[in-house]
């Protein structure tokens, strides 16, 4: 196994890890609010207390994390969609908990005076409103991408990579084959700049008569 795509597999691992320990971190944080004894409110005034001032720090990791995932996979899969998955349901909390800070901000209290409520100072509500909004919106939109991203299928252009090497094989060049390779696939992804340097150097071994030394390096840019 390659080089890069040793880096690939690591960089995928570790992105699901830490995208799904943020995502269970969101999740408990979230049930401890809605966790709390709020008896006298109604629902949406429980809504609005538990997440008008919940905190976006785990889902910006877990946002980091699935974006790493995007990086290092190629194509859909289980991967992609359960990252698609999650990544859709922290982008809606985005809007909802953003929602919830213009609410409670402009209304200044949730609940009765006279059961339980909850009063909020005027310096209290401007800073977690403008915070929660700076936050928030820019992760909800980021999540949503990579929900989009993530839940795509394979690009047909992988299926058009064999036909192209094969002509170019037939040719007998493993330059011509790389070359083909890359504008098909490699050209804009992630990996181009690896792909390029590859390339470059398959050029130089084969006007040096080194076959066996451009092949290898052909197999690793194949890989990645």
Same mark, same amino acid.
């Given at each position: 196994?390659?080089?890069?795509?040793?880096?690939?597999? @690591?960089?995928?691992?570790?992105?699901?890890?830490?995208? @799904?320990?943020?995502?269970?971190?969101?999740?408990?944080?979230?049930?401890?609010? /809605?966790?709390?004894?709020?008896?006298? @409110?109604?629902? *949406?005034?429980?809504?609005?207390?538990?997440?008008?001032? /919940?905190?976006?720090? +785990? =889902?910006?990791? /877990?946002?980091? #994390?699935?974006?790493?995932?995007?990086?290092?996979?190629?194509?859909?899969? +289980? =991967?992609?969609?359960?990252?698609?998955? @999650?990544?859709?349901?922290?982008?809606?909390?985005?809007?909802?908990?953003?929602?919830?800070?213009?609410?409670?901000?402009?209304?200044?209290?949730?609940?009765?005076?006279? %059961?339980?409520?909850?009063?909020?100072?005027?310096?209290?509500?401007?800073?977690?409103?403008?915070?929660?909004?700076?936050?928030?919106?820019?992760?909800?939109?980021?999540?949503?991408?990579?929900?989009?991203?993530?839940? &795509?299928? $394979? !690009?047909?252009?992988?299926?058009?990579? $064999? %036909?192209?090497?094969?002509?170019?094989?037939?040719?007998? !060049?493993?330059?011509?084959?790389?070359?083909?390779?890359?504008?098909?696939?490699?050209?804009?992804? +992630? &990996?181009?700049?690896?792909?390029? #340097?590859?390339?470059?150097?398959?050029?130089?071994? %084969?006007?040096?008569?080194?076959?066996?030394?451009?092949?290898?390096?052909?197999?690793?840019?194949?890989? *990645?």
């Amino acid at each position: 196994m390659s080089t890069g795509r040793r880096r690939g597999d @690591l960089l995928l691992a570790g992105g699901l890890a830490v995208a @799904l320990a943020a995502s269970a971190d969101t999740a408990w944080s979230l049930h401890a609010r /809605f966790a709390l004894d709020l008896e006298g @409110l109604s629902a *949406l005034e429980r809504a609005g207390v538990a997440l008008w001032d /919940f905190r976006p720090l +785990p =889902t910006a990791v /877990f946002a980091g #994390a699935a974006v790493a995932v995007l990086l290092a996979r190629d194509g859909a899969g +289980p =991967t992609g969609g359960l990252i698609a998955v @999650l990544a859709g349901a922290q982008a809606a909390l985005g809007l909802v908990v953003s929602a919830a800070a213009v609410v409670v901000a402009a209304s200044g209290s949730v609940g009765s005076r006279d %059961e339980l409520g909850f009063s909020y100072s005027a310096d209290e509500r401007v800073v977690t409103l403008v915070t929660q909004l700076v936050a928030w919106l820019p992760l909800a939109v980021l999540l949503a991408a990579v929900a989009v991203l993530a839940a &795509r299928p $394979p !690009s047909d252009s992988s299926l058009l990579v $064999p %036909e192209a090497a094969q002509g170019a094989a037939a040719q007998g !060049s493993v330059s011509a084959e790389m070359e083909a390779l890359w504008e098909a696939r490699l050209a804009h992804g +992630p &990996r181009r700049e690896r792909a390029r #340097a590859l390339l470059a150097r398959i050029r130089a071994l %084969e006007e040096a008569g080194d076959h066996a030394g451009a092949s290898e390096l052909a197999e690793e840019m194949r890989e *990645l």
